[in-house]
């Protein structure tokens, strides 16, 4: 992970990229290193960047028409959120999923989810709702499956952080974050799956609404369920096959 800052000349024609590396586009200086990682997190969710691929650091900066320092700084955002791995004999490959790991995620969420749920459904706030309430319809009219993702994730932030639980949150949202290769997998595999997930949000914020535990909670976990069923299937699918598929969720 290792290269010489490359100066950023956005006025100069766009490099092809790298062998081994797409061209994923010139990201804008001025928000480098947020538009890199945003950038990279989309390609790895939506396979442009399989399970596996080696990202070098001077590579990545070509294809991207930034400097080495905001690609430096957005692996290291991107290994803290699972979706690079790092060791000293393969420097930097996007995180490759599995059946194991997308069971291991599940069932933890599926642990957490009543208690985050019984703490949430006490402590959310009208204006928390609303932003839920707000993500939601996004997610209705969002055109773009890897956007979809990315709402999904700031959609169930919010309840994580209305359980006031801060051990709680940051066990859910690492799941969360590493559950996006997962999410992706499940609305590429299901043309359903997405419509289901969207009538589930719009519940899941009726029922905090409502201040009706119950139904918060199997609003939830059947929501979890879904997900992991049709993820499960989907990689079921791609290990009998010769096809290699890298992560969504």
Same mark, same amino acid.
């Given at each position: 992970?290792?290269?010489?800052?490359?100066?950023?000349?956005?006025?100069?024609?766009?490099?092809?990229?790298?062998?081994?590396?797409?061209?994923?586009?010139?990201?804008?200086?001025?928000?480098?290193?947020?538009?890199?990682?945003?950038?990279?997190?989309?390609?790895?969710?939506?396979?442009?960047?399989?399970?596996? !691929?080696?990202?070098?650091?001077?590579? *990545?900066?070509?294809? &991207? %028409?930034? +400097?080495?320092?905001?690609? @430096?700084? #957005?692996?290291?955002?991107?290994?803290?959120?699972?979706?690079?791995?790092?060791?000293?004999?393969?420097?930097?490959?996007?995180?490759?999923?599995?059946?194991?790991?997308?069971?291991?995620?599940?069932?933890?969420?599926?642990?957490?989810?009543?208690?985050?749920?019984?703490?949430?459904?006490?402590?959310?706030?009208?204006?928390?709702?609303?932003?839920?309430?707000?993500?939601?319809?996004?997610?209705?009219?969002?055109?773009?499956?890897?956007?979809?993702?990315?709402?999904?994730?700031?959609?169930?932030?919010?309840?994580?952080?209305?359980?006031?639980?801060?051990?709680?949150?940051?066990?859910?949202? !690492?799941?969360?974050?590493?559950?996006? *290769?997962?999410?992706? &997998? %499940?609305? +590429?595999?299901?043309?359903? @799956?997405? #419509?289901?997930?969207?009538?589930?949000?719009?519940?899941?914020?009726?029922?905090?609404?409502?201040?009706?535990?119950?139904?918060?909670?199997?609003?939830?976990?059947?929501?979890?369920?879904?997900?992991?069923?049709?993820?499960?299937?989907?990689?079921?699918?791609?290990?009998?096959?010769?096809?290699?598929?890298?992560?969504?969720?």
């Amino acid at each position: 992970m290792s290269g010489s800052s490359l100066p950023s000349l956005p006025s100069r024609p766009v490099p092809k990229a790298a062998p081994g590396v797409p061209g994923l586009g010139p990201s804008p200086i001025r928000t480098a290193y947020t538009t890199v990682t945003d950038r990279l997190r989309k390609a790895i969710i939506a396979g442009e960047l399989p399970g596996g !691929t080696r990202l070098v650091q001077t590579e *990545l900066a070509q294809s &991207l %028409s930034v +400097s080495v320092t905001p690609v @430096r700084e #957005a692996l290291r955002n991107l290994m803290s959120e699972g979706l690079v791995d790092y060791s000293p004999f393969h420097g930097a490959t996007v995180h490759q999923t599995s059946r194991a790991e997308l069971e291991d995620i599940y069932e933890l969420r599926s642990v957490l989810i009543p208690l985050a749920v019984r703490e949430g459904v006490k402590n959310i706030t009208v204006a928390e709702l609303d932003a839920a309430e707000q993500l939601a319809r996004q997610m209705e009219a969002e055109t773009d499956p890897i956007g979809w993702v990315e709402l999904n994730r700031e959609f169930h932030k919010v309840f994580y952080v209305a359980s006031r639980r801060p051990k709680v949150y940051e066990l859910l949202v !690492t799941l969360a974050d590493l559950s996006s *290769l997962y999410v992706g &997998l %499940s609305i +590429s595999g299901d043309a359903k @799956r997405r #419509a289901r997930g969207d009538d589930d949000h719009l519940e899941i914020v009726r029922a905090y609404r409502a201040t009706d535990l119950d139904a918060a909670t199997k609003i939830t976990l059947a929501h979890n369920l879904d997900t992991l069923e049709v993820a499960r299937a989907m990689l079921g699918e791609i290990d009998g096959g010769s096809t290699s598929v890298a992560s969504g969720d």
